[in-house]
């Protein structure tokens, strides 16, 4: 397996340097990034150009999971003090999504209102209800408090751990029995949900980071009422108060080593960007096949399959949207279809954002994963195709809006974890001998999702920063 290649003509090069470079802008990467600037280190963002310039709602999350409830998302705001101002833009959602299937729209919120839908509905009498909805409650609280105390990441050779396995006080961690035997239309449901929460490619998440998913909802909703930034521009924003600067890549480059420190190199450029510390926040397979020459480095062929999950835009007249539709909503396919070979089999997450250019439109964000073989166009038809089902009257007054998709630099590529290597267990971070490389191997964590995301950039940019010194 290769390893880092010194760089070539170093002599002809320009050389910038900075304490740590964090290849990919990333959620994860961007809160790594924030972590090492505010620990005194000077930090370069390497993002693709493409990335850079995509629009703005389709670089959010479906959900801000933790924003409400004492979860990640708002400890990780604190911690990295985005200003309160900022903070209170999140604004509280009595609903947190609706699931919407052939035969049912079930509201998911509240414990009052999870509990009224699923009697509504006909999926649980009363007393199962709210037994459910009690266990689901009490076992994302245990996860939460886990996440929050757990280091999630390990450096060296430090034996990694599924940390607090087994109970959290008085609670046994894992999804309750009451969530694991459940009628089908309703295990189907929260499969759906699973999937438009969670970052895993294929893999199922562990009973700790199914209950944590399941159980976020019952916070409530939470999003940003206004115009960017939104998420992912405070996340921006504040990597630059703590002087922390951006660069793009517009096409291939190289990973290189100049006296054991790690550097980047573009294609057809003379500048050198070496940094003491060089993080990867991206997919190691989406990476490798934009270098320059030669093996990828052994810690970008890890030999994983990914997958994409492919986010569409579309803009809606504001008319055709119905005023009670909930920002947020998970699209399940057809239970039964009728033309199994053309039918939609994937479940779509559906995101409502107000136009960011100040016009009268909505910017809806469709999200689905691309099946194996399955073109982008294909996926993307499929997308509009069910979103005009949804609002009546609405065709020919929602448009798609296409722009090149990054290649590397894109938060929906998803892979799976090896065996035994996902939450709780902790994430390695050290890929590289001597050559001081961390990979933000965001697999481990993709079960939990956004929380994960968080987690993952917040406890990297920290174990690194004291390493570095």
């Known amino acids: 397996m290769a390893g880092l290649r010194p760089a070539a003509n170093v002599q002809q090069l320009r050389a910038r340097r900075w304490d740590a470079i964090v290849l990919g802008s990333s959620l994860y990467g961007l809160v790594a990034a924030a972590r090492l600037g505010a620990a005194g280190q000077r930090v370069l963002v390497v993002e693709e150009e493409r990335a850079e310039t995509l629009h703005p709602a389709l670089r959010e999350p479906f959900f801000l999971a933790g924003a409400r409830d004492g979860g990640v998302l708002e400890a990780c705001l604190r911690e990295l003090h985005i200003p309160l101002i900022d903070r209170r833009r999140i604004s509280p959602e009595p609903l947190a999504w609706q699931i919407v299937d052939e035969r049912f729209r079930m509201d998911l919120g509240s414990p009052n209102i999870t509990r009224e839908e699923l009697v509504t509905w006909g ?9 459910l909805v009690r266990t689901l409650a009490v076992a994302t609280d245990a996860e939460r408090q886990v996440m929050l105390e757990a280091p999630v990441v390990r450096l060296g050779r430090r034996l990694g751990r599924a940390w607090a396995s087994g109970l959290t006080g008085s609670h046994h961690r894992g999804l309750p029995a009451e969530a694991r035997d459940l009628p089908p239309s309703l295990a189907r449901a929260f499969a759906g949900q699973i999937e438009a929460l ?3 490619a294929q893999a199922e998440p562990s009973p700790e980071a199914s209950a944590r998913l399941l159980g976020t909802a019952l916070a409530g909703g939470a999003g940003f009422g206004e115009r960017p930034p939104w998420l992912h521009g405070l996340l921006r924003r504040r990597v630059e108060a703590v002087h922390g600067e951006f660069r793009t890549l517009p096409g291939r480059f190289d990973i290189v080593e100049v006296d054991h420190q790690p550097g980047i190199v573009a294609e057809k450029s003379s500048d050198l960007w070496l940094g003491r510390a ?3 926040a991206s997919t190691p397979s989406a990476i490798a096949p934009m270098l320059t020459g030669g093996a990828p ?5 890890n030999g994983r399959d990914r997958c994409q999950r492919l986010a569409v835009h579309l ?3 504001r008319e055709v949207v119905p005023a009670g539709m909930c920002p947020r909503l998970v699209l399940l396919p057809p239970e039964t279809p009728q033309d199994k070979e053309n039918a939609p089999r994937e479940v779509i997450s559906l995101t409502a954002f107000p136009a960011s250019d ?3 439109g909505v910017d809806l964000i469709g999200r689905i994963r691309l099946r194996p073989g399955q073109e982008e166009s294909v996926a993307a038809e499929e997308v509009l195709r069910r979103v005009e089902r949804l609002m009546p009257f609405s065709e020919g007054r929602i448009l798609r809006c296409d722009q090149p998709r990054p290649l590397w630099d894109d938060d929906g590529l998803l892979e799976d974890p090896e065996p035994g290597r996902s939450w709780p267990a902790e994430v390695d971070l050290r890929v590289a001998g001597r050559t001081p490389v961390y990979r933000l191997d965001r697999a481990g964590v993709a079960g939990l999702g956004l929380e994960g995301d968080l987690l993952l950039g917040w406890r990297a940019g920290d174990a690194v920063a004291a390493e570095i010194g």
């Open 123 to 131: 999926f649980c009498d009363e007393e199962q209800a709210g037994q």
């Open 198 to 200: 969670s970052n895993l």
């Open 278 to 280: 060089l993080l990867i």
């Open 297 to 301: 480095p052994d810690f970008l062929d």
């Open 315 to 317: 803009r809606a007249d």
């Open 358 to 360: 100040g016009g009268e």
